[in-house]
């Protein structure tokens, strides 16, 4: 793994989210890849689980979404790989700014496993 693979699967996490877009996020996504969207939250676990999630929570739930990645990292040995974000939105009906940190695992350039680490402030 390295911070350009991070860097682009980011770029299309970001993507996809903006545009609502469950598919593209899926293409992020090993076929058997873990989504877990905080570390006490349920782990959703292959691509129609994360679809339903996705579709609930972000298709229904949140509009007006603007996605930004910072710094990435990769660790010395090389697999786990880290991505700052940030994420301004609007939740069931109020404004948000999520900021956090994704904890990746990844194969190729997708991920098998992904565990964020977020904060939100109404707005």
């Given at each position: 793994?390295?911070?350009?693979?991070?860097?682009?699967?980011?770029?299309?996490?970001?993507?996809?989210?903006?545009?609502?877009?469950?598919?593209?996020?899926?293409?992020c996504f090993t076929k058997n890849g873990v989504y877990?969207?905080?570390?006490?939250?349920?782990?959703?676990?292959?691509?129609?689980?994360?679809?339903?999630?996705?579709?609930?929570?972000?298709?229904?739930?949140?509009?007006?979404?603007?996605?930004?990645?910072?710094?990435?990292?990769?660790?010395?040995?090389?697999?786990?790989?880290?991505?700052?974000?940030?994420?301004r939105n609007t939740y069931k009906g109020k404004r948000?700014?999520?900021?956090?940190?994704?904890?990746?695992?990844?194969?190729?350039?997708?991920?098998?496993?992904?565990?964020?680490?977020?904060?939100?402030?109404?707005?």
């Open positions: 793994m390295n911070i350009k693979q991070i860097t682009e699967v980011m770029r299309k996490y970001g993507k996809a989210w903006e545009n609502q877009d469950s598919n593209l996020l899926l293409e877990q969207e905080s570390p006490l939250a349920k782990p959703y676990s292959g691509h129609k689980e994360i679809k339903k999630f996705w579709d609930k929570t972000v298709k229904q739930d949140t509009s007006n979404i603007k996605f930004k990645t910072g710094k990435c990292y990769v660790s010395k040995d090389g697999k786990t790989g880290f991505a700052e974000w940030q994420c948000h700014l999520m900021v956090g940190i994704m904890v990746l695992k990844m194969k190729g350039d997708k991920i098998s496993f992904l565990n964020e680490y977020w904060n939100t402030k109404a707005y």
